[in-house]
């Protein structure tokens, strides 16, 4: 028998399953498309109107990130549904520390072999959280190598732009000592910390996802738990009262390392432990982990996915504000005169 002539798909990568999958998902990408938009679905790029009424000195504001080995938790779940929400969102966020809105979002979806479930729950979710925050889902890119990625796994990476009037660009160099530091909740790890909470867990602890964390709720499920959106509180509440100096995204790095990267050189943030509780996820780790109490505060956002730093005097009235808005928000510190680093007493 002749051998067969040799073909992509015979190699690996299946280029008509790919383009099959993306005509499935044209209608929900759509869905995120409004008049600025000027391209459509499989261009060569995406086309985004270059007006902005309203903004005095339009800035650009642009950011890149990963879910990273959250991937990992959604493979051993079978659950892929929250992971392009996961991507949108933290960037989305990432932007909201500059005080910008988004404007446009591309996806990047890797792959040794595309599977078509798993791509159409990916790129649904992440257009669905567009939707949600006025994105557009303009582009993405998916890659599918076999060699380079392992076998049923993937990788995700969103990147995505917005935009600032300079008038209102974060920070705004009017933080000073006295002023308040406001946590806003997270809803679980987000998307950073995976690599220590499965050696952790699953490695060192000898548990499964399916264990059960709390009444009703799964390990596998509190780590799969999206990385919540900040970005619509947070803006009413700036638009509506003002007094927000600077805004760090509680990812990598912890509160330990976000908080410094938006304050200048002269000015020290000190928490204070007694105002926050890390959740059952955070304590379960570290416990079975027998993580030391820097490695957690550094490596997780422990209950805090987002700071706002406030002055002093409409501190209470904000997070009053959030809390209609529908965040749970605390005063957790305040800043004082020193280095520029982070105490947690």
């Known amino acids: ?3 067969q002539p040799l073909t992509y798909a015979s190699s690996g990568v299946d280029i008509d399953s790919a383009q099959r999958s993306i005509r499935s998902l044209e209608s929900a990408i759509k869905a995120t498309y409004d008049d600025r938009v000027l391209s459509n679905v499989g261009g060569f790029g995406g086309l985004f109107s270059g007006t902005f009424e309203g903004l005095n000195r ?27 929400a996961d991507i949108v969102n933290h960037c989305i966020n990432d932007i909201l520390c500059q005080g910008a809105k988004p404007l446009f979002f591309m996806d990047y979806f890797g792959c040794s072999q595309l599977s078509p479930t798993v791509f159409d729950q990916v790129v649904r979710g992440a257009a669905e959280a567009c939707e949600a925050q006025g994105c557009a889902l303009i582009g993405g890119e998916t890659a599918e190598m076999p060699g380079v990625y392992l076998d049923d796994e993937i990788d995700i990476v969103g990147a ?19 002023d308040k530091v406001i946590g806003l909740a ?44 900040y970005a619509k509180a947070v803006h009413a509440v700036m638009e509506e009262m003002g007094g927000v100096h600077a805004i760090a995204h509680i990812t990598g790095g912890g509160l330990y390392d976000n908080i410094p990267r938006v304050l200048p050189s002269d000015l020290q943030v ?4 007694r105002t926050f509780t890390p959740p059952e996820l955070f304590q379960l780790i570290q416990r079975t982990g027998e993580v030391p109490d820097f490695e957690m505060y550094r490596s997780f956002n422990m209950g805090i996915g987002l700071v706002l730093i406030a002055d002093k005097d409409l501190a209470s009235a904000i997070v009053t504000r959030l809390g209609q808005l529908g965040e749970n928000a605390a005063i957790i510190g305040e800043l004082q005169d020193g280095p520029n680093d982070v105490q947690i007493v």
């Open 1 to 3: 028998m002749p051998d």
């Open 58 to 84: 339009p800035i650009l504001v642009s950011s890149i990130d990963g879910v990273g080995t959250k991937t990992k938790v959604a493979a051993m779940m079978g659950d892929f549904r929250h992971l392009g």
């Open 160 to 178: 995505i732009v917005g935009v600032v009037d300079g008038d209102k660009k974060l920070p705004n160099g009017a933080s000073r000592a006295g």
């Open 270 to 273: 000190l928490l204070d432990r």
């Open 186 to 229: 997270s809803d679980g790890l987000h998307t950073n910390g995976y690599s220590l909470a499965r050696k952790a867990l699953f490695e060192k602890g000898g548990l499964s996802v399916r264990d059960e964390l709390a009444e009703g709720v799964t390990i596998g499920e509190a780590l799969l738990k999206p990385h919540r959106c």
